[in-house]
């Protein structure tokens, strides 16, 4: 983030939340969906989305500003980019935006997530074993299509040349181990996750044509039990839902559960001792607050720190060229 040295930087920045409601809101609505590839009148399009009229005719105006819909005679077209990466159906629709509505949501808590020192935004849904189908599709796909780049960026800094199993801690999609049977094809992968998380990562894997080299493995990392015998135990974006003593079994877990000279991965943001780099982790532990009960952004120490008392040495942090963080140690 740039630094803030007028009154006008600061009221451009606060009043940034306006466009960006803006265009979640026409996400949520599917507005760009019945614009696909021609002009139309707002007026069938709110009739058929069943919105008000004039707000539907204000909504498109607005979006026009943005560059995001083209508007001649009265009528509206999606922009270029719109059409490629907002309507619903195009196979570059960006997915994350839809989880992204529900960060929102939780966002416009802040205010009193920082009274409390902890999430009130429906706080009897913060497990997400108990969310709903529909958030957790949407949270899935996010995830999946960012962990698509990152599992190759991932795959391309470890060396794999002697690994035949790995274990992916709270896998989700299995994207980070089709990562890797792509850079070893001799690699056979574990995804671990909740139990109404592995029925999404079987389809994943099935589509991906993997089911003779990816296997599920349903269960709570922190109460069950990881398994054993692996070359590698892969922990991405995981330890930021965690307490730092869940954090201390957690990785204790994960390396009894390796063999000897087997490599424990910890991808996440990895913060500075002063908690304020980089910057989309200090970002992140707020993320974290207004949406758990008491999960955080750690810093490189504590992970050394935790990697160590677990028995592991040879303890390194990596930073790729995308600004991911990897803290890897070996048993």
Known sequence: METITTPADFMGIVNAFKISRLILSAVELRIF???NDKYADSGPVAAKLHLNPRATNRLLNALVTTGLMDKMDGNFKNSTF?????VST?????????????LWKTWNTLTQAIQIGKSVADTEQNEINERGEEWLEAFIAAMHARGIA???????LLDLTETHKTLDVGGGSGAFTFAFIEKNPGIRGVVMDLPNVVPITMKYIEKRG???????LKGNYLTDDLGSSYDLVLMSAIIHINNPEENRTLIRKGAKALVEGGQLVIMDHVMNEERTQPSGGA?????MLVSTSHGDTYTEGE??????????????????????QVMVGKK
């Open 283 to 287: 970002l992140f532990a707020i993320n």
């Open 150 to 156: 990152q599992g190759r960026e991932l795959a391309s």
């Open 303 to 324: 992970l050394r720190g935790w990697m160590k008392e677990a028995g592991l040495d040879g303890i390194r942090m990596i930073t790729a060229g995308s600004g991911m």
């Open 82 to 86: 719109s059409e490629q990466y907002l």
């Open 33 to 35: 969906d019945y614009f």
């Open 210 to 216: 993997l089911k003779d080299k990816v296997t599920t």
């Open 90 to 102: 195009s196979p570059k629709f960006l997915i994350g935006l839809d989880h992204t509505i529900g």
